[in-house]
């Protein structure tokens, strides 16, 4: 093994819940080449995102800091210039750092206008694709309504599919999300019934594929120049359709039983009330459209894994292996009926929770291979681990990263004073659900706070909710209106009391540079609080002797 690390791969999945992979645990889906890199790395078992949704997610994990401090709060918000990223980090390190797939960013136009950068400028691009160089950015959202493009974004993948035989202005949707059914007529991926078809696309012309031989261009392309890797995979995102054979490897009969009870919607709390009447979490509760869905769902992990084992064979051979971190990870899970929702967005841990391999390659990581840590981890926490094992100094950016290095828990040192709780943050003002509650925009904000067995959820304006997750795993049962669990939802208010308070935007000046500069107006020619010239040294007087220029 290597005693330093040269090259990071950052391999992120879009809306892979973490009890989807046979590592973690589900009964039918085999997942031999993520099973085997966990079998070489430690996997993280209580990792949680800054927030379950996309675009605010992703852009924790690209800063290294909370929602409420990069303030990117959903889909489509901007993130602001000025904030720093992993290509920020890494690039003075000598790290070369790339994009190849999904970042869901928006960049900020107007603050770029208002600053002169040209968005097609260097600085501009950067800024504008999360500090990443983008070798391939592809959100993989290229649906088209009346009102236009989703993604204004023409995707080179949309030109692979016209030049490999797929024609059409828009093929991501009419071939690669899109079926034909048993009398020949295409039908769209987003019309979820369709889910048991095959994509119309090839197996190897498919998203999945594409992405993955879109990195080995780029691993190539780099040679011996040190480089981060971002590998964001598109699926198993919604529409939920996959090629053929994946689309039929798995019946209903290995649709495990949803995380459910009736009492949940007994007497639910408001906000979960009103998530629960979205047309995706209704539609998601009827069985159906589970059987249906689910087995295109685990179709689409299925792949992934199988381009991943391509992808480790192609670093093996290589040699990569030895000098290369891995990283496995989602920005979010996946309901799928769970607790009567679909998609994500409110904080049970089929949402909120991930999945987190990490392979460290060097001799310091052997003692923990094919170890399961327990650790409270959060995605801010990769930012700092790849600024560490790049040779840099995390501690020396902590006024700006949020997140801790994983290093110490990959190399066997589990410290003292590890976070004692985690914090997810969701802004759900741009929802049906804000509208039905009455509740303004800027008010429309839920916390969570979790630690060894509690979730306490903050719903501003409501009543929070608490779920014991020792004795009540499914977290099914709501306490929070409970008297009893009074102790407990104070101090758990307590905690995010406490969190809420932690300084977040003095990101210009670093703990260093103010120890540093402690006491030094003095030497400037600020004397304050002197009565007589002989409290202080001579030499602090030597700009205001008379006849002595200042």
Known sequence: MAETVKNIL????????????????????????????????????????????????????????Y???????????????????????????????????????????????????????????????????????????HAVGPDGRYDPQMPRYDRYLNENGYPG?????????????????????????HARLPARVKEEHSETPYMTRRAMDFIEEAGETPWCLHLSYIKPHWPYIAPAPYHDLYGAQFVVPAVRSEAERADPHPVYREFMNHKVGKVFSEEAVRRTV??????????????????????EDRGLFENTMIVFTSDHGDYLGDHWLGEKDLFHEPSVKIPLIVYDPSAAADGTRGQACDA????????????????????????????????????????????????????????????????????????????????????????????????????????????????????????????ALRLSQRTTRSERQIRETRGKSARRGILLGIWREDELPDELWSGYRSGQAP
């Not at 093929?171 to 019309?191: C, F, I, K, L, M």
């Not at 759900?428 to 060894?452: C, F, I, K, T």
Request: proline share 6%; net charge negative.
């Open 10 to 65: 950052f391999i992120m999945c879009d809306q892979l819940r973490f009890d989807y992979l046979g590592c973690y645990g589900h009964p039918h889906l085999e997942t031999p080449n993520i099973d085997g890199l966990a079998a070489r790395g430690v996997r993280f078992t209580r990792a949680y995102v800054q927030s379950p949704v996309c675009g605010s997610s992703r852009m924790s994990f690209y800063t290294g800091r």
């Open 67 to 141: 929602v409420s401090s990069h303030g990117a709060s959903w889909n489509g918000i901007p993130l602001k210039v000025g904030e720093l990223t992993l290509g920020d980090y890494l690039r003075p390190l000598g790290v070369r750092t790339a994009l190849v797939g999904k970042t869901h960013m928006r960049p900020d136009r107007e603050g770029m206008e208002r600053l002169g950068v040209a968005p097609d400028s260097i600085v501009g691009v950067r800024v504008s694709e999360c500090g990443f160089d983008p070798y391939e950015r592809d959100d993989g959202l």
């Open 169 to 193: 202005d828009n093929p991501w949707h009419d071939w690669a999300n899109s079926a034909e059914d048993e009398d020949g007529t295409v039908v769209t991926g987003w019309a979820m019934h």
């Open 294 to 315: 689910i087995p295109a769902y685990m179709g689409l992990i299925k792949q992934i894994d199988d381009q991943l084992g391509a992808l480790f064979r192609f670093l």
């Open 376 to 499: 409270l981890v959060e995605s801010i926490d990769l930012a700092p681990t790849f600024i560490d094992a790049a040779g840099g100094d995390a501690g020396e950016q902590s006024h700006r990263l949020e997140g801790r290095s994983l290093l110490p828990l990959l190399r066997g040192d589990r410290p003292g004073d590890w976070r004692r709780f985690v914090v997810s943050e969701y802004d759900y003002s741009q929802l049906p659900a804000a509208v039905r509650l009455g509740v303004e925009p800027r008010d429309a904000r839920l916390l969570m706070v979790a630690d060894d067995r509690w979730k306490y959820v903050h719903a501003l304006g409501f009543r929070p909710m608490l779920f014991d997750l020792r004795e009540d795993p499914g977290e099914l049962a709501d306490l929070g209106a409970d008297p009893a669990y009074e102790g407990e939802r104070a101090r758990l208010a307590g905690a995010l009391s406490a969190w």
